[in-house]
């Protein structure tokens, strides 16, 4: 059991070049999430999706693109790096009801934007 | 809209010591309640939650925190301090979701260090 799978681990883009952080859980579970974490602001939303088909905007969704095509898996995409980009980024999943809400993480993807 | 208040970015204390981290929430609903431990260069880990019923959980690693809906607060503790402690620790809040789960919403963290 994997749990949940990001890749890549590491990423460097120079300014305005496009890339997609991959996202993928095999828990079954409806609910994903995608998170930045930068020092001194923790975790903050960049959007979510409780189903297939179904997604919504965080608190930081400006310059990010997702799409849920499938239950398994929610990318990430940047149509245009830039340099306020750098972060870290964390993908989650849960069930979308009850359960007590816990989420769980991927590792993380490091991008560093020139 | 909920928020989290994590007091002190920054707590150090000596390895057999008390560890207090403290967080104080903010909800219009009755909350979920959570602290996630991040040791360096890795991803979040659940260290406990609270969700309904006691209001004194107990986590993996020794912690516990108490709810206190009076105080809006969920503390973070551990009797002993050990130095694999060291790591990130962030309180997040979420909904009831009685319409289904929504987002966790986190603190800013709070970096231990223990010291030998």
């Known amino acids: 059991n994997a749990g949940v799978t990001q890749t890549p681990k590491f990423q460097v883009l120079k300014t305005g070049q496009s890339m997609t952080l991959q996202c993928a859980q095999d828990m079954n579970h409806e609910y994903m999430s995608w998170y930045r974490q930068d020092p001194g602001m923790g975790l903050r939303l960049i959007h979510y999706?409780?189903?297939?088909?179904?997604?919504d905007q965080g608190e930081v969704p400006n310059g990010y693109n997702v799409s849920r095509s499938t239950t398994e898996d929610f990318p990430l995409r940047l149509l245009s790096a830039a340099p306020s980009q750098t972060s870290v980024y964390f993908c989650a999943s849960s069930y979308s009801k009850g359960r007590g809400n816990i989420q769980y993480f991927g590792a993380g993807t490091r991008l560093s934007v020139l | 809209a909920q928020s989290v208040t994590q007091l002190g970015s920054h707590v150090s204390v000596s390895e057999g010591a008390l560890v207090l981290l403290r967080c104080n929430y903010s909800?219009?609903?009755?909350?979920?309640l959570f602290w996630y431990v991040q040791y360096p260069n890795q991803g979040l880990q659940l260290l406990l939650k609270y969700t309904t019923g006691a209001t004194l959980v107990k986590g993996i690693n020794g912690f516990e925190a108490e709810f206190k809906k009076s105080e809006t607060s969920f503390h973070l503790t551990k009797p002993s301090a050990h130095m694999s402690d060291a790591a990130e620790y962030f309180c997040a809040v979420s909904d009831r979701g009685y319409s289904g789960n929504t987002p966790l919403v986190f603190g800013k963290g709070t970096r231990l260090s223990v010291i030998a």
């Open positions: 909800s219009s609903v009755p909350p979920y």
């Open positions: 999706s409780v189903g297939a088909g179904i997604t």
